[in-house]
């Protein structure tokens, strides 16, 4: 795939290095070229210097044959017109805009625009953080991703052998947590008889 990223602040430097690494062609567009050093120094991308709203600066960076975009620069103005541009004039369908006001997210959207607001994303991990500590976490290994899942220790557990519980089809037993924050895997202990007040952790591999 072709991919073009406009901006290569902290989000856009990590979303082509993300991108390049996966084997796509990755272009990234910014107006200010000392921000390419975000880019790591195996990337094996296309980086352009120049003003994202310039149909030259676009077209050197392979907008017309990309089957995708991302625009984050720190502007949320100059995101929603770059956005429009690549959409509009050269037909891009696949596009993602960031858009830092939350404010404004919901009326971009109604104006049918496919936007991500880091502030409310942020904002909403941090609630469910503080309501559900340690609730579900999600981790890549190379190309695979796994979730692990918190659950409290149900009452027909209580003085079971670790290693014996197996109650769930998708997912499977990895590790308990044990009252005081210690962390005791399944297959390392598995004759450790679970306790009441303990939480296990199970995980499954997300396809």
């Known amino acids: 795939m072709n991919v073009l990223v406009v901006g290569c602040?902290?989000?856009?430097?990590?979303?082509?290095?993300?991108?390049?690494?996966?084997?796509?062609?990755?272009?990234?567009?910014?107006?200010?070229?000392?921000?390419?050093?975000?880019?790591?120094?195996?990337?094996?991308g296309m980086t352009v210097t120049g003003m994202p709203m310039d149909l030259k600066v676009l077209k050197s960076?392979?907008?017309?044959?990309?089957?995708?975009?991302?625009?984050?620069?720190p502007d949320d103005n100059l995101n929603i017109t770059v956005t429009q541009i690549i959409?509009?004039?050269?037909?891009?369908e696949n596009v993602v805009t960031r858009i830092s006001d939350p404010a404004r997210e919901e009326v971009f959207t109604a104006f049918?625009?496919?936007?991500?607001?880091?502030?409310?994303?942020?904002g909403d991990m941090i609630v469910q953080a503080l309501l559900n500590p340690n609730q579900s976490k999600q981790m890549a290994f190379g190309t695979a991703n796994a979730a692990f899942h918190t659950y409290p220790v149900e009452s027909f557990m209580i003085e079971k052998r670790l290693g014996s519980i197996g109650v769930n089809e998708?997912?499977?037993?990895?590790?308990?947590?044990?009252?005081?924050?210690t962390m005791i895997l399944v297959g390392k202990d598995p004759d450790y008889l679970i306790q009441r007040e303990d939480r296990m952790i199970w995980t499954q591999v997300i396809d």
Do not use: W
Not at 112 to 122: E, K, R
């Open 170 to 181: 998708k997912e499977v037993p990895f590790a308990l947590l044990q009252k005081d924050g």
């Open 61 to 73: 960076a392979g907008v017309e044959n990309c089957d995708m975009a991302a625009v984050v620069t």
């Open 112 to 122: 049918g625009l496919q936007t991500v607001c880091p502030t409310n994303l942020a």
């Open 9 to 44: 602040g902290r989000l856009g430097s990590q979303i082509a290095a993300i991108m390049d690494s996966m084997g796509h062609d990755v272009a990234v567009v910014d107006e200010h070229p000392e921000l390419f050093y975000r880019l790591p120094t195996d990337f094996s």
């Open 87 to 92: 959409q509009q004039f050269f037909k891009v």
